[in-house]
């Protein structure tokens, strides 16, 4: 068994319905609930090809909009932890993507995690690796942009 983390950068608004996915339901949802972002979406779009039994749920029970949020993915022999942590990248607020990283935390084999991830990095629709602001989430979060740069890369 492997345990992998990673931290990557949302590029895109991608919503799903958080009452949905609190049921096991992927389902987007243009009239609010969670921003997924494209990552979040390439990953579970992934997972289900490798596994078309693989499951997705909202473990929190309260969720509002502005929240963070942590969604759990599993599928046979692999299970993937996705935490949102908000951070302002600029100046502005609002339910803008790029104020969200995902935390991606992998258990499971390590050559169908390194299939996930390899698939998921090419789907992206830019490197998951590229922030918005390193300075602001470096200072909030303590991690640096060369030791984030270096675990993508090191499963790539």
């Known amino acids: 068994m492997t ?13 799903l319905s958080s ?14 609930g969670i921003l997924f972002g494209d990552l979040g979406d390439v990953i579970w779009r992934v997972s289900k090809s490798i ?5 997705i749920k909202l473990l929190d029970r309260r969720y509002d909009f502005k929240s963070d949020w942590t969604i759990l993915i599993t599928g046979n022999n692999f299970k993937i932890l996705l935490t949102s942590l908000v951070y302002q990248a600029f100046s502005w607020k609002g339910g803008d993507p790029r104020f969200r990283i995902i935390k991606i935390e992998f258990d499971g ?3 169908i995690i390194k299939k996930i991830i390899r698939k998921s990095f090419t ?3 830019e490197p998951p690796y590229q922030f918005y602001n390193f300075k602001k989430f470096t200072k909030k979060f303590g991690i640096e942009e060369d030791q984030i740069i270096t675990d993508w890369k090191k499963w790539l």
């Open 3 to 15: 345990n992998v983390t990673l931290y990557g950068q949302t590029h895109a608004n991608i919503v």
């Open 19 to 32: 009452n949905e996915l609190k049921k096991g339901i992927y389902k987007p949802d243009s009239m609010g």
């Open 51 to 55: 596994d078309n039994n693989a499951s």
């Open 109 to 111: 084999d390590e050559v």
């Open 123 to 125: 789907l992206t629709l």
